[in-house]
């Protein structure tokens, strides 16, 4: 058992390590920005979705991280974001 946990935790580790340097890359605009910004799509919203549950854990205590793009293009968008979260593969529910 302890070496079962030993072995999953550097992993595991090491992963929301790398997550929580890669949220840096998401950038938070406000409403009137948003309005001059070109509309990110499918791509933007995959990766928002990968990034999603560290970047949400980040804006709890950092008012200037989303989660969400408020300048995106709608279906598309909401598609990748979606995938990236595991939606529609039922995410980490397959695993019990």
Known sequence: MKTTLKRNLLP???????????????????????????PVGFWYGLWHGMIAPI???????DHSVAI????????????GFILGIGGLSGGASKAS
Request: aromatic share 18%; with cysteine.
């Open 55 to 61: 970047a949400w854990i980040v804006s709890l205590f």
């Open 12 to 38: 595991t580790l090491i992963l929301v390590s790398l997550s929580a340097l890669l949220c840096g890359c998401a950038n938070a605009v406000t409403f009137a920005q948003a309005g001059s910004i070109e």
């Open 68 to 79: 969400y793009a408020i300048y995106n293009n709608g279906g598309w968008y909401n598609f």
